[in-house]
């Protein structure tokens, strides 16, 4: 696809299940971003790769959250052991440069709801 | 810290009104200065960066580094126009966005 694509689109878990979030950049882009929006929020940075490398993870909320993108493509975000307040849509964006403020090409999100 | 302010959640025009969406940003380096929209049902995407100093669909944005804000404005408002609009700040050398919470456009007919 030419956009960046993320899966699922929505997810329920129970409370203390653990949640894997996929996230498939644009072809051949470099950079890889994850944001958490909260409802009536801003999107607010979690973590970000250049290729396989993660070279910010200053925005995880906790040592439940963890990302990684192991062949410098395909990204996923787990989180373990889910809670509530873990109920926000996770945006995954991409841009094709590096060490440069770019261009985000943001996914449509996957919108997590713990119950 | 860096930080971006939108103080008006919400904003109602009516179509051919001006418009201008508040920006003020906190940051002690070098700024780069983004609007993002999102219409609905749509994904978040770029409108348009200061250092471009372009206008796209009518809207522009100057960066005042003297009030350090970022306002968008459009001289004369389209329905289609209406949309969730965020302000982001890039800190020099880095590719991180720092986005406000963002405000919702309607343009009235």
């Known amino acids: 696809g030419a956009g960046v694509s993320q899966s699922p689109r929505y997810k329920v878990a129970k409370r203390g299940q653990d949640v894997a979030l996929r996230c498939d950049p644009i072809s051949g882009h470099v950079s890889l971003f994850w944001y958490q929006q909260a409802l009536g929020q801003g999107p607010e940075f979690l973590t970000y790769?250049?290729?396989?490398?993660?070279?910010?993870k200053s925005g995880l909320p906790s040592d439940r959250f963890f990302a990684e993108r192991p062949e410098g493509s395909v990204s996923t975000l787990k989180i373990q052991r889910t809670q509530q307040e873990d109920s926000a849509v996770y945006l995954c964006?991409?841009?094709?440069?590096?060490?440069?403020?770019?261009?985000?090409?943001f996914g449509e999100g996957s919108r997590l709801t713990v119950l | 810290a860096q930080r971006v302010t939108q103080p008006e959640k919400l904003l109602s025009v009516f179509k051919g009104a001006p418009v201008e969406l508040k920006c003020n940003y906190s940051y002690s380096g070098s700024p780069e200065l983004f609007w993002y929209v999102q219409y609905s049902r749509q994904r978040l995407q770029l409108l348009l960066r200061?250092?471009s100093r372009e206008s796209i669909k009518g809207f522009t944005a100057d960066l005042n580094k003297g009030e350090t804000s970022f306002h968008l404005k459009k001289p004369f408002a389209q329905e289609e126009d209406s949309a969730m609009y965020y302000c982001a700040l890039g800190q020099g050398g880095s590719e991180k966005l720092v986005f406000g919470k963002g405000t919702k456009l309607t343009v009235n007919p």
């Open positions: 964006a991409s841009s094709i440069w590096a060490g440069n403020t770019g261009e985000l090409f």
């Open positions: 200061h250092i």
């Open positions: 790769f250049q290729n396989e490398a993660q070279l910010d």
